[in-house]
């Protein structure tokens, strides 16, 4: 096999974890750029610059690497959503945060919002389980806030929660399609905005926020 330009050059020892981030790393990319089924697990171990063995010794199996990335990932996208409702008490700025966390993720490093928002094996049952994991957490957390400070129900709350959630995915991910022609943070200004205005139209319970 040709190398390719990207591969790794092969020979160097390094301690399980870190193997197992250079692994995922190099499968981030072939994934990435070729999607699910076109990878092989030749061209991640290339990438990675070692045997197909020793990249078997972390993982047994091309399904098996793309679902910890996703794990990996979607519990990133989860937690920076947790982190932006903690960073604030007002509620218009927790808006603007949770939002950010969307355009933040879509525009990190290695497009790994790929792997979580247009997966090309949700119909496999553990990846549409992960997929839809991070959704339903992160609306969770959402409507837990609007339950809290509005008189909706939870049923209500809930689903308000995961179309704020909808809103903000889709908005950033055409964002970064349309090579980011507005500025990140105007973007995310603009989504907020929209967002505050329909949200903050229900009656609020904590007149504080």
Not at 5 to 12: C, I, L
Not at 186 to 199: K, P
């Amino acid at each position: 096999m040709t190398a390719t330009p990207d591969a790794k050059p092969r020979g160097t020892r390094l301690p399980r974890m870190a193997r197992r981030r250079q692994l995922l790393s190099a499968a981030q990319e072939v994934f990435v750029e070729n999607g699910y089924h076109a990878a092989a697990m030749d061209d991640i171990a290339e990438r990675a610059g070692v045997s197909k063995p020793v990249l078997y010794q972390h993982f047994p199996g091309k399904q098996e690497l793309y679902l910890a990335l996703l794990d990996l990932h979607v519990d990133d996208m989860i937690a920076r959503c947790r982190d932006a409702l903690a960073s604030t008490t007002d509620n218009k700025q927790r808006v603007q945060a949770a939002i950010g966390a969307f355009f933040d993720f879509v525009s990190g490093q290695g497009e790994a919002f790929r792997l979580v928002f247009e997966s090309d094996l949700r119909n496999v049952a553990p990846v549409r389980q992960r997929i839809e994991r991070n959704l339903r957490e992160s609306a969770e957390m959402i409507s837990q806030v609007i339950r809290e400070d509005t008189g909706c129900s939870s049923d209500e709350a809930r689903l308000l929660g995961v179309g704020l959630v909808g809103m903000a995915e889709v908005s950033a991910r055409y964002w970064i399609s349309s090579n980011g022609s507005i500025p990140k943070d105007a973007a995310t200004q603009l989504i907020a905005r929209l967002s505050w205005r329909g949200i903050s139209g229900f009656p609020r319970t904590n007149a504080e926020h």
